[in-house]
DNA sequence: TCGTCATTTCAGTAATTACTGAAATAACTG
DNA sequence: CAGTTATTTCAGTAATTACTGAAATGACGA
């Protein structure tokens, strides 16, 4: 591995982490120097930078492609690809979110739809489903939530993350009047 | 595997999921077991039930501890070890956020803070640099963002769900009359 | 059309990870 | 204490996944 030492520790840092995610230390070490270059990278740069074969590199990253977590681009004059990552990390961020969203959020969901379609058979498949359903509203929830979030251009989205507890502290205000209300008029009954 | 057919289909997809994060097939399948069983479950009743052997359960199990996503539990007079999942969805979720983000956020936080520290000796260590601080600020602020909901009741946390759009919805109408307000107070200098 | 360069494919192999069976440990009981 | 049962450990092996080098494909210009 050829690179300064900075670049380095951030690069195999990303290489452990990949491993602790589906991806593989290849593809981790890839993405994080793409996204640390200032300048798009060939392939052949990217074998040199990190001593690993050229094959190897055709083929991670053909799977940061398929995570779209990659920009190809075209020099003048040149007909080799050059890779790049998106400048803004809110968009890297929505780009993975809806990845992992695909692959490992929307299997589910629809395993379990069609499991609790079916008619249970026994008292334990009863209580199972009943169990999966508990799951299946909560990932409902969830995702519609985040349907909803997605949407937002990155500054309302940042908005909405520095309010994040605000906003719960005025639901906790709501929450007290409420029950004041409700206190007052159990008070008024007895 | 001896299971019926809903919680055998519940089962191995869990199992399939598994590999796609970092958890693997079994660890996947001894999960959702759990999860679904009306009643906790010794390690042989594991091994009958997903057809494994008795050293791989107990491996697995052990895994399970570790990410807290499994309750030890014991009968009078019976000293065998039983295991169950958590009955409330919403606490395992707040679980599996919990030891996701010790596992995966929390390291990349401390690599990208011990990089951030130290002196870059060229212009591409401080390239990387900034674009590491840029990675480090999102990390930070959606941490931030964590904390703050995690201390959430339940209830509250459903309720900042189905707000999501809401808050957002506000927050535009906001943005309109303090847009509104700027271009009247331009035109009036103008 | 041929030659060159860039990329991809893929069979074979290396490396890693998952799993097993046997032995060790531990915790109890008579 | 010896015997029984539950659990863990771990060396060896199976299975999976990652990686390489060589060959194939493709895309161009002469």
Redo the contacts with the bound molecule.
Sequence with gaps: MNLPPLVQSFVLHF?EMG?RW??????GQIYALLYVSPEPL???QIVEAL????????????ELQAWNLVLLKHLPD?????FTTPDDVWQILRTLAEERKKREVDPTLSVLREILMQQPASEAERHAQARMSEMHGLIEQLTTWYEDVKQLETDRLATLLTLGAKVTRLLEAKDKIVSLGRSKRTTEKG
């Design positions: 290489g491993s589906g991806i593989n230390r290849t593809v060939n392939a052949e001593g690993i074969s050229r094959s190897n590199v055709s083929m991670s990253l053909r040149d007909r080799r690809d050059f």
